[in-house]
């Protein structure tokens, strides 16, 4: 393996990992304060019993994403320095907006964990609500990266001082809605199919939530349908290269490029087949049998898998490229470390402890939240 | 060419103050959490081994209790970890030829560490009950400890480095030619490091932006893993995670001594334990620290002479210290040379310009960072004097001594130390945050000590006053958030603590 690879494989990794938890707190981030406006609407107990569950594992989520946040920052600055400065620097006010939105979005997260039931209703939404505006704050930032990889827009300006040039990426407001659509949807539709599993027991509250979950989730996969679609058009047209890549013979460009992933996209849309299928299966399908299990099962995963499996869609075609300039590029290896030799048992170590690592960790949240251990108490607020 | 030098760097000069503020700020609100993080363990450990051993259920019931605030502070210094971590790399984006290099090695590392405490964190909080053999569930709390502490040597490790540059062997004796010693082993290409320091002079920062340039200089770093034998490395590390177990103990100490105060009368005897416990914890640290305090003494001493002269307060033409000329040269009448002795070797620096800054902004931080400096000293005397008496107290023959020396004060010696318990509080988060200001500011001008100074190193973005200010008010909304929450936490478990049938 060459060092670009592995620093390749080793930003891939930790982005996909980094962008599926990420997705999760914004989606959580959403639907935590949606689903307590809902609950005071119509006064529903059981429902607000909902809303305070997906905060809390919206809060685990964030401990998460914060831990790959730091793999990621990581294995950017010691990888690819260089990049890593032009990117802060080139990109430096939507990073300050995503940096802003952090930082506003976890003080409101205790905030509004920590004032549940001792403030108004009306006040304690509000908080929530702020509390999501911070969550998206973040890809309304971090997601100019992206952009900013696949059509370098505003470079120039930026350099000069005109921070706000690259704004002007025609790639970035689809992208970005995608991004913020996909995230809800990600969320809302796994919420659904959780609670519609566990509503096989026979209780009311989860039948609420799970139906409640399809109601914010189909509309914001509607939408994150109708901007993905947009998206691809625009990066046919900006980004040929990725565009080529990944659409393979529907792009109009068909260049050729390092990896094909044509048939991946095919697989993609294969799965994002499913969780329509499966969410509108739900809709209708009211009877909790083992046809409706099975679609829950079936939405639960391709919901969980479906937001990774786009971010490596979105990642991987750009090799061995690191930016892309409509039919080529400026290659990784122009940015990849050269001051020093980073020794190749570092990446290799990394990766396997890291899923040996984030195993563990995924099992420690299934057997707190899904298995209930006995004698198993969140500290506070309860 | 000259002058746009010049106002390259006048204009960094003027972003750079501005970046520090938020910067400073930034670093103690994270501090302010990793202090609890890194030193609630111990005592959370200490309670729930004592519960164990002697199936005390208030040890435990209290281990418990206390463990939830670990938790929550955990996270909080978790997440203002990630933002100080970007916010660095985005604001002094020029460091990343340091952490692109020297730091590397320890960065990486550390991340194993941190998943390691937030897998076995989570274990640990939500297993309480799981294991009939309990042993299972101090030992997951060991190894959250032995991660936290893993942690705190490896992001120490990058702060060594700014301090003490280990690796770039005899480059430093050439820059500033007091420091007649090696740094490491010459694990750098010294032409390519001094390129990188002269780009970045030249350009500021944005000697990072040209590619060709960052790729012509080579290989700058041979030996990654050179850091991690930094002298600097070992005694920061002890010096600094002790403070914070000296801090924390004290202050679960007072809630202890608060609650022997004004809880149930009939419980005294219950919180009297546990004050015992965590005082020892706090007294124990106490004890040691004069012995991390001088190792990170004779480091400084060695490697970095300016912050020394300024941190003891030497005059410019330097002086004698018996106490000091004993602990370091064996001679009570040995004279240290002051600044003047040094501003006059400048001249043979390879970079005279550098070797004044670094003398000038040791000696115009002097009067700061030496009250900081002796403020910290005496509050670790007091610290190590309040443990004595701690220890004292065991033994039958002292403990009578200070019980007739107290009940002149009208105190006995378990009211003293139970009252002493709030003061220390207070004394050890003063020598905590003292301390660190020292470590840094005696380093200014440097980033990294002898070769890159702050204002090379701040991103060429405009950093406004208005953008200062609303970073700082959110990092300020951190800190009274966080510790509201954590205050609430603190209450509620005591709360539940008081009325627990204990398990």
Redesign the interface.
């Known amino acids: 393996m060459t060092s670009v690879w592995i620093g390749f494989l080793m930003l891939g990794v930790t982005i996909v990992a980094h962008i599926f938890l990420v997705s999760l707190v914004l989606g959580l981030a959403v639907m935590a304060p949606i689903i307590e406006y809902w609950a005071y609407r119509t006064g529903d107990k059981e429902l607000e019993a909902v809303a305070k569950d997906t905060l809390k594992y919206m809060?685990?989520s964030?401990?998460?994403a914060?831990?790959w946040?730091?793999?990621f920052?990581?294995a950017l600055?010691?990888f690819w320095?260089?990049l890593?400065?032009?990117a802060?620097?080139v990109l430096?006010?939507p990073?300050?907006i995503a940096?802003?939105g952090?930082?506003?979005g976890?003080?409101?997260m205790?905030?509004y964990w920590?004032t549940w039931d001792t403030v108004s209703k009306k006040l304690h939404i509000a908080i929530g609500s702020f509390m999501a505006l911070g969550a998206m704050l973040v890809p309304t930032g971090f997601n100019m990266i992206f952009a900013f990889l696949d059509d370098p827009v505003g470079m120039a300006g930026a350099?000069h001082?005109n921070?706000w040039a690259v704004f002007a990426n025609p790639l970035y407001p689809d992208f970005t809605f995608h991004r913020i659509t996909a995230a809800i949807s990600m969320a809302a539709l796994a919420i659904s199919a959780i609670y519609s599993l566990k509503a096989s027991t026979g209780e009311k509250r989860y039948l609420k939530a799970s139906k409640f979950g399809l109601y914010v989730g189909l509309p914001a996969l509607l939408l994150a349908s109708i901007s993905g679609a947009a998206y691809a058009l625009e990066l046919d047209k900006y980004s040929p290269y990725v565009a080529s890549s990944v659409l393979g013979p529907l792009s109009a460009t068909s260049l050729s490029t390092y990896f094909h992933l044509y048939p991946a996209f095919v697989g993609f849309m294969g799965i994002v087949t499913l969780i329509w299928a499966a969410s509108i299966f739900n809709v209708l399908h009211q009877a909790f049998d083992w046809a409706k299990k099975a679609s829950s099962w079936v939405l639960l995963v391709s919901v969980l898998v479906g937001v990774p499996y786009g971010e490596v869609l979105n990642d991987l075609p750009r090799y061995p490229y690191m930016v892309i300039t409509g039919t080529g590029g400026l290659p990784a290896s122009?940015?990849i470390?050269?001051?020093?030799?980073?020794?190749q048992v570092?990446a290799v170590?990394?990766l396997a402890?890291?899923a040996v690592?984030?195993a563990?960790?995924s099992y420690?949240?299934y057997?707190?939240f899904v298995s209930k251990?006995?004698?198993?108490?969140v500290?506070?607020g309860e | 060419m000259r002058c746009d030098g010049v106002l390259v760097l006048l204009s960094s000069a003027s972003q750079a103050n501005l970046a520090e503020y938020m910067t400073i700020l930034g670093i103690y609100v994270h501090a302010w959490f990793l202090v609890f993080a890194v030193g609630l363990p111990y005592v959370v450990l200490v309670f729930e081994w004592v519960g164990i051993r002697h199936r005390d259920a208030v040890y435990l019931t209290a281990a418990r209790k206390t463990s939830y605030v670990w938790g929550v502070s955990f996270a909080a210094g978790a997440a203002t970890g990630t933002l100080v971590e970007f916010g660095l790399v985005q604001v002094w984006s020029g460091s990343l030829a340091a952490i692109g290099t020297y730091m590397f090695s320890v960065m990486f590392l550390e991340l194993f560490a941190f998943m390691t405490e937030v897998v076995f964190v989570v274990l640990y909080i939500y297993t309480w009950d799981r294991y009939a053999y309990r042993w299972i569930h101090w030992l997951f709390g060991l190894i959250v400890l032995l991660g936290s502490n893993v942690s705190a040597f490896m992001i120490l490790g990058a702060n060594s480095f700014m301090n003490v540059p280990w690796g770039t062997g005899t480059l430093l004796d050439r820059v500033l030619p007091w420091e007649k010693v090696t740094y490491g082993p010459q694990a750098s290409n010294l032409s390519a490091l001094l390129a990188l320091a002269a780009a970045l002079s030249t350009r500021g920062s944005s000697a990072l932006s040209n590619v060709t340039l960052g790729n012509s200089l080579g290989r700058i770093l041979t030996s990654p893993m050179v850091i991690l034998s930094d002298p600097d490395l070992p005694a920061t590390f002890l010096h600094t995670v002790d403070a914070a177990i000296i801090v924390v103990s004290f202050e679960v100490s007072s809630v202890l001594a608060y609650l022997y105060f004004r809880g149930d009368p009939n419980r005294r005897a219950e919180f009297l334990g546990l004050f015992r416990k965590s005082f020892g914890v706090a007294a124990v640290a106490s004890i040691l620290q004069p012995l991390f305090g001088d190792m990170a003494g004779r480091v400084e001493y060695a490697y970095q002479y300016t912050k020394f002269l300024a941190a003891e307060g030497f005059p410019p033409q330097g002086g004698q210290n018996p106490v000091l000329g004993i602990l370091l040269k064996g001679n009570p009448t040995y004279f240290f040379p002051g600044f003047s002795t040094l501003l006059s070797e400048t001249s043979s620096s390879v970079i005279p310009s550098a070797a004044r800054a670094t003398v000038l902004g040791a000696e115009e931080a002097e009067p700061l960072i030496f009250p900081l400096y002796y403020g910290m000293v005496i509050s670790g005397i007091v610290l190590f004097i309040l443990a004595a008496v701690y220890f004292a107290s065991f033994s039958a023959r002292l403990a009578g001594i200070l019980e007739s020396l107290f009940s002149s004060l009208g105190l006995g010696v378990e009211k003293f130390l139970l009252l002493s318990s709030f003061a220390g509080v207070i004394i050890s988060m003063f020598a905590g945050g003292a301390g660190w200001a020292v470590r840094e500011v005696g380093r200014h001008p440097w980033t990294v000590y002898g070769l890159i100074p702050y204002y090379d190193v701040v991103t060429p973005v405009p950093i406004t006053p208005a953008f200062v200010a609303a970073i700082m008010l959110l990092e300020l909304l951190i800190f009274v958030v966080g510790t509201a929450a954590i205050l609430w936490l603190v209450r509620s478990q005591v709360q539940e603590f008081l009325e627990a049938k204990n398990e």
């Open positions: 809060a685990v964030e401990l998460a914060g831990v946040a730091t793999w920052t990581v600055a010691g320095p260089q890593t400065f032009i802060t620097d430096f006010y990073l300050t940096l802003f952090v930082m506003l976890i003080p409101l205790a905030v920590y350099l001082g921070g122009l940015f470390n050269h001051w020093m030799d980073i020794p570092f170590a990394a402890v890291g690592l984030m563990a960790f420690m949240i057997l707190v251990l006995p004698g198993n108490k500290s506070g």
